[in-house]
C-alpha cells in the first residue's frame, strides 16, 4: 500500500482491525516534530482505497516509540477498540520484542521497577514516583559484547524495555537517548516481532510475527 509517499506493508485487514508493520523513525502520531505520522498514512489510504468521505475512524490503542519498527493493530471501529484496550488492560494483549544489549546477561529473568516521566524532557527514569513496569526476557545467543533478548511486555510503559536494562548497564545497542555509548547515526537494536491477540468480533486468537530487520547489528544473527 502506499499512501502520502510511504509504503506500509499490510499484515491483515477486515472490516474491525488494520494490522501492519510500523517503519522505523515514523511517528507512530501527529507530534511537535510535524513529519509524517503513521495514523494518519493509514487513514488517508483507508479514504482513498474505500472512497470515504470526511474523516476517517481509526484507533490508536498502542504505541511503538519513533525510532522502533514493528507490528502494530490499529481499530476500524470504535467498538473494536474499546475490546482490544480492555484486552490491553487485562493483559490479554501479548507484545513481544526483540533487542541488542550490550553486555552479558543471564539466560532469562523478570525486571520489575517503578517509571516516572518527565513530560518536558521526554526522559524516562527508575523512580517509585512513577508507574509499575515489568518485563520478562530470554537470551536468544551472545556476538561478542552484544546479546540479542527476546522480550514479553507485561505492562506498556513509555521507554519501558529502554529504561529498565539501560538501568541495570545493559543498555539498547544505538540508543541515542539511554545509551551514552551509542554513536550517532547509529539506529536502535529494538523491534516489535510479535503481537497477539483476540479478535474483537470473531473471538478467534490472532498472532502476527515479523521476521527481524536484516540491517546493522542485526546482521550479525545468521
Given at each position: ?8 506493508n499490510?499484515?491483515?485487514e477486515?472490516?474491525h482491525?488494520?494490522?501492519?508493520e ?6 507512530v502520531?501527529a507530534?511537535?516534530?510535524h ?15 474505500y472512497h ?10 498502542h ?5 522502533v ?6 481499530a ?11 484486552q490491553i488492560?487485562t493483559h ?5 520484542y526483540h533487542?541488542?544489549?550490550l ?6 529473568g ?10 518536558k524532557?521526554?526522559r524516562?527514569t527508575?523512580d517509585?514516583?512513577g ?8 537470551v536468544?545467543?551472545q556476538?561478542g559484547?552484544?546479546?540479542?533478548v527476546?522480550i ?25 537517548r ?5 554513536k550517532v547515526?547509529?539506529?536502535i537494536?529494538?523491534?516489535a516481532?510479535k ?6 468480533v ?10 527481524l530487520?536484516?540491517?546493522?547489528p542485526w546482521?550479525l544473527?545468521?
Open positions: 500500500m502506499v499512501g502520502l509517499r510511504v509504503m506500509i499490510i499484515l491483515y477486515d472490516n482491525l488494520l494490522v501492519v510500523k517503519p522505523i523513525n515514523m511517528p502520531q507530534d511537535c516534530s513529519d509524517l505520522d503513521l495514523l494518519s498514512v493509514l487513514k488517508n489510504d483507508l479514504k482513498k482505497r470515504k468521505p470526511g474523516n476517517v475512524y481509526l484507533g490508536l490503542v504505541r511503538l516509540d519513533r525510532p519498527g514493528g507490528v502494530m493493530v490499529f476500524k471501529t470504535s467498538k473494536a477498540a474499546g475490546r482490544l484496550s480492555e488492560r490479554v494483549f501479548q507484545k513481544e533487542a541488542i544489549v553486555g552479558s546477561l543471564e539466560k532469562e523478570r525486571l520489575v521497577d517503578h517509571l516516572w516521566k518527565d513530560p524532557e521526554n524516562v527508575v517509585p514516583r508507574k509499575e513496569a515489568i518485563l520478562e526476557y530470554q536468544m545467543s556476538v559484547q552484544l546479546t540479542m527476546k514479553e511486555l507485561k505492562t506498556g510503559r513509555s521507554h519501558q524495555i529502554r529504561v529498565q536494562f539501560a538501568s541495570r548497564n545493559h543498555p539498547l545497542y544505538g540508543d541515542q539511554y545509551n551514552k555509548h551509542a547515526g547509529q539506529q537494536a529494538l523491534f516481532s503481537l497477539c491477540f483476540i479478535h474483537p470473531t473471538k478467534e486468537k490472532m498472532c502476527f510475527t515479523l521476521p530487520p536484516k540491517r546493522e546482521n544473527w545468521k
